[in-house]
């Protein structure tokens, strides 16, 4: 078996964990090779950049946390094998095992005990007057919140050409089910469990408290877009990441992804235990 590893440089012990990683996969007969940056990361020539995991891997290995997860999704491009994550990190919702759990998760992957969760993203596309399309992918999130200006936004969200509503807010998320624990629940919206075929809609702190949440279906189309064409330009954002202006006249249009991301589980672990374990979840 090749394990690709893609390591995030900035998390503290990452150089350490790489090796302890490839040691212990090693000594299981699985060879593991090195994404490009992480190869120059390790002080290495000879990796393969992310996009061509595809090609060269059976699993892809990343070290980090939530975030370095994100980041690596959206390098990866169209990767239909399972994706693992192990936790240096601080959550680790999407992380499949700790750095202390090398040797397991080794044996794990060397016997084929394991299973995955399949995951939606998302897929959305800016379009511009006069402009090219901009396609972009989230595991996470979409948001279109306000930019430079203090002042709450006014933005109307249609699904499958049909208006939903006009709010006036700091902002709207789209959400995955993946992403109902990231920043949609912190603006308050539901967690939904990962095999739901559904997104949910979170206005960012709405100025009327009857605009909450809404869990619709995926395979609807929702199109974002600004009301006041006197506002300044909005932000949007994918997965954290991505910034891009959108002023008056510019659309965005989200639906289901047909690209999907293969989460590495090992046996015993479930979405409902990292709730109970990540949200200190307590019975009485």
């Known amino acids: 078996m090749n394990v690709g590893i893609f390591a995030n440089p900035h998390k503290p012990g990452s150089l350490r964990i790489l090796q302890a990683l490839r040691s212990a996969l090693e000594a299981r007969a699985c060879k593991a090779v090195l994404e490009s940056e992480t190869a120059s990361f390790a002080g290495e020539t000879g990796g393969i950049p992310a996009r061509e995991f595809s090609k060269h891997v059976d699993i892809a290995a990343v070290l980090g946390g939530d975030g370095t997860m994100l980041n690596a999704v959206s ?3 169209d990767f239909e094998k399972p994706v693992a994550g192990i936790n240096i990190g601080t959550l680790g919702f999407l992380t499949s095992c700790k750095d202390h759990e090398l040797d397991l998760f080794a044996a794990a992957l060397a016997e084929r005990r394991f299973t995955t969760s399949v995951r939606t993203l ?6 511009r007057p006069g402009n090219a399309v901009e396609s972009f992918f989230a595991l996470n999130e979409i948001t279109l919140a306000r930019g430079d200006t203090g002042r709450l936004v ?13 709010y006036r807010a700091d902002g709207l998320i789209v959400a995955t089910p993946t992403g109902s624990t990231a920043y949609s629940l912190s603006a308050g919206g539901p967690l939904i469990s990962p095999s739901a075929a559904v997104f949910v809609i979170t206005p960012i702190c709405p100025h009327s408290l009857s605009q909450r949440s809404l869990v619709l279906s995926d395979d609807v189309v929702i199109e974002l877009s600004s009301v006041d064409r006197e506002a300044c330009p909005m932000l949007f954002t994918v997965d954290g990441k991505d910034n891009i202006r959108i002023g008056p006249g510019d659309r965005i249009e989200v639906r289901k ?17 990292a709730l109970r374990q990540k949200l200190h979840w307590q019975g009485v």
């Open 122 to 127: 998302l897929e959305a596309t800016v379009r």
């Open 257 to 273: 992804s047909t690209r999907s991301l293969h989460l590495l589980r090992l046996e015993g672990s479930s979405f409902y235990g």
């Open 75 to 77: 390098r990866l491009g």
């Open 154 to 166: 006014s933005l109307r969200a249609l699904v499958n050409g049909e208006l939903l509503n006009e």
